[in-house]
């Protein structure tokens, strides 16, 4: 079955930098748009970024446009979210989302999600 597993979230201070990474793992990635999301507690599900299958488009959401870049690696089953410069107000648990043969903003957009990893960014 499809799986994805989150890595590299943690602890750093604003204006730093962290990449998370996403790998796949029961698919092939290149059948799947991709997207990161993130999630605060008592909040929805934030929209972050996201990829199509081949990495031609990529779109952002408002709050991290020109500071975070979506990549991602067919080969190696891996999907890439660059952040930098942080701010405190990216604090998140971030989830790494799949989405057969296309892409989408939404949280009903996709059907595979990964467990989440946390991201903390101290002021």
């Known amino acids: 079955q499809v799986q994805l597993v989150e890595s590299g979230g943690g602890l750093v201070q604003a204006g730093g930098s962290l990449r998370l990474s996403c790998a796949a793992s029961?698919?092939?990635?290149?059948?799947?748009?991709m997207a990161w999301f993130r999630q605060v507690p008592d909040k929805e599900r934030e929209f972050v970024a996201a990829?199509?299958?081949?990495?031609?488009?990529?779109y952002y959401g408002d709050s991290v446009k020109g500071r975070f870049t979506i990549s991602r690696d067919n080969a190696k089953n891996t999907v890439y979210l660059q952040m930098n410069p942080l701010k405190p107000e990216d604090t998140a648990v971030y989830y790494c989302?799949?989405?057969?043969?296309?892409?989408?903003?939404?949280?009903?957009?996709?059907?595979?999600w990964g467990q989440g990893t946390q991201v903390t960014v101290s002021s």
């Open positions: 029961g698919l092939t990635l290149s059948s799947f748009g």
């Open positions: 989302a799949g989405r057969y043969m296309t892409y989408g903003t939404k949280v009903e957009d996709f059907g595979s």
């Open positions: 990829i199509s299958r081949y990495g031609t488009s990529t």
